[in-house]
């Protein structure tokens, strides 16, 4: 069984950083493409970034393009999110979610979710 | 403004065959694969259709996608009351060069 284990949320000020974790077991991590997806409150599912299996590709969406890193460790079946320069309007619940397509990815498909990690940015 | 047009609401009694319709443009649907999700509430969202019309192990066979230009639908077969849900679609966008997730169809089981 896939399961994804997400950690770091919490409340910031504006401005300020966090960095996210998601813990990946049941599957070979590094076979597959990984993405983080948000969901501010009320709101619909927003894309946030993505990263190839390898690490070696990496996608932002223009929201967050300049202030959030994604990264994976391979080795530790990790996968990273690096938020910086955190606004309010990036309170959301923040997903890490695993890619259906074994190899090059997808990138919008998505079959495996993590249970969540809030993240609220606030003064 | 998702590139991706979802109805916000749609709704159905049980037994009833619901429709959500996805509209998008030939730079997102009309190149890409097509992905829905259902969220119920309070949980992380679910797989419904992979690759336009697959579904993955555990979908009922009452939900089924497909995909015509650039459009794509999902229908709920023999409605029930556990499919009260937030449902997504979701595609690759070239020219964004990145995802695009449908802002949400929420479907109420009369």
């Known amino acids: 069984e896939v399961q994804l284990v997400e950690s770091g949320g919490g409340s910031v000020q504006p401005g300020g950083s966090l960095r996210l974790s998601c813990v990946v077991s049941?599957?070979?991590?590094?076979?597959?493409?990984m993405g983080w997806v948000r969901q501010a409150p009320g709101k619909g599912l927003e894309w946030v970034s993505g990263?190839?299996?390898?690490?070696?590709?990496?996608y932002y969406a223009d929201s967050v393009k300049g202030r959030f890193t994604i990264s994976r460790d391979n080795s530790e079946n990790t996968l990273s999110l690096q938020m910086n320069s955190l606004r309010s309007d990036d309170t959301a619940v923040y997903y890490c979610?695993?890619?259906?397509?074994w190899g090059s990815g997808s990138y919008s498909g998505f079959d495996s979710w993590g249970q969540g990690t809030r993240v609220t940015v606030s003064s | 403004q998702s590139v991706l047009s979802l109805p916000p609401s749609a709704s159905g009694t049980p037994g009833q065959r619901v429709t959500i319709s996805c509209s998008g443009s030939?730079?997102?649907?009309?190149?890409?694969?097509v992905y829905w999700y259902q969220q119920l509430p309070g949980t992380a969202p679910k797989l419904l259709v992979y690759?336009?019309?697959q579904r993955p192990s555990g979908v009922p066979d009452r939900f089924s996608g497909s995909k015509s230009g650039t459009s794509a639908s999902l229908v709920i077969s023999g409605l029930r009351s556990e499919d009260e849900a937030d449902y997504y679609c979701?595609?690759?966008?070239?020219?964004?060069?990145?995802?695009?997730f449908g802002g949400g169809t929420k479907l109420t089981v009369l």
């Open positions: 979701a595609t690759w966008d070239d020219s964004l060069s990145g995802p695009v």
């Open positions: 030939s730079s997102n649907i009309g190149n890409n694969n």
């Open positions: 690759r336009n019309n």
């Open positions: 049941g599957v070979t991590f590094s076979n597959y493409a």
């Open positions: 990263i190839s299996g390898s690490g070696g590709t990496s």
């Open positions: 979610a695993k890619d259906e397509a």
